[in-house]
Structure formats: structure tokens, C-alpha cells
């Protein structure tokens, strides 16, 4: 096994490792949430932050609406008594996830060969077809070509 392909397996397993978080997202966001489980007032955290009032009811909003920047997350966080965890939860198993873009490149790949070879009256019967995909999909799979996730040849 190369070294990219230890270093690929590993971070294959954190990610998948985030597949089992299941975490709500409260609609008036952790900010307000932690801050009335707390008890605490907006002036209180204020005070915690070295701010006014009004700029942790500001903070709330933009988290409410997405556009707090992780760096007034972490402080909010830190001013509650928590720790920020930013993640990302893959929606299946990385495995899957390459598996599928693997088959799908494959798809086209053969699609686009079998195609120039009809016009020129060589193309292949369907089980040998299906036998290049399965045969593209599995080299994909195991050597990860760096254009594997590239748009433009979708």
C-alpha cells in the first residue's frame, strides 16, 4: 500500500467515524440555546465577551442565519463554558461516496468509448460492456485518479 493510499485509508476512517453524530441544530442556534439553558442573560455573555447587549442579540441573529464566522463561535462558545466542534458528517460511507463517483466516471467513460466505436462498426456487445465497467469502476476504485471528482467530465 503507497503512502497516499495509508494517508487516504486513514482519513477515510475519521470521516466515516463522524457518520453516527446525530445532533440537532436549534433553530434560534447554540448562542440563545446555551445561553437560556444557562440561565444567562444577553447582558451576562455580553459582559463574558467584552460586549454590549445588542451585539450578542447580533451575534445570535447572524448564527440563526448562518453568517456568524467561526472565529465568534469559538469566543461565544468559550464565554459559555463549551468547546466548539465543527464537523462535517459524511450523508453514507466515504467507501459508497467513492464507489458511486467511480461508477459514474466508469458510465461515461465507456459510454463515450462505445460510442466512437460504433461509428466505426467495432462496438461491443453488452456483456462485455458491462464487464469494461465493472473492470473501470474497480481501477477507480482502488487507485483514485486524480480527476475522479472532476465536474467538467460529468
Known amino acids: 500500500?503507497?503512502?497516499?493510499?495509508?494517508?487516504?485509508?486513514?482519513?477515510?476512517?475519521?470521516?466515516?467515524?463522524?457518520?453516527?453524530?446525530?445532533?440537532?441544530?436549534?433553530?434560534?442556534?447554540?448562542?440563545?440555546?446555551?445561553?437560556?439553558?444557562?440561565?444567562?442573560?444577553?447582558?451576562?455573555?455580553?459582559?463574558?465577551?467584552?460586549?454590549?447587549?445588542?451585539?450578542?442579540?447580533q451575534m445570535e441573529h447572524m448564527e440563526a442565519e448562518g453568517r456568524i464566522t467561526v472565529q465568534q463561535l469559538r469566543k461565544a462558545a468559550d464565554a459559555l463554558g463549551c468547546d466548539l466542534v465543527v464537523a462535517f458528517r459524511p450523508r453514507a460511507p466515504v467507501n459508497q461516496m467513492i464507489a458511486r463517483q467511480a461508477r459514474r466516471k466508469a458510465q461515461q467513460l465507456v459510454a463515450e468509448t462505445d460510442l466512437h466505436m460504433r461509428l466505426e462498426q467495432q462496438g461491443l456487445d453488452d456483456a462485455h460492456l458491462k464487464k469494461e465497467l465493472e473492470r473501470l469502476t474497480d481501477e477507480f476504485i482502488r487507485n483514485l485518479p486524480r480527476d475522479l471528482w472532476n465536474e467538467d467530465e460529468q
Open 1 to 57: 500500500m503507497s503512502f497516499r493510499q495509508v494517508l487516504q485509508q486513514q482519513a477515510q476512517e475519521m470521516a466515516d467515524q463522524a457518520l453516527g453524530l446525530q445532533v440537532t441544530q436549534p433553530s434560534a442556534g447554540w448562542i440563545h440555546t446555551l445561553r437560556t439553558a444557562l440561565g444567562m442573560s444577553g447582558s451576562q455573555l455580553g459582559a463574558r465577551l467584552g460586549v454590549k447587549k445588542a451585539r450578542v442579540s
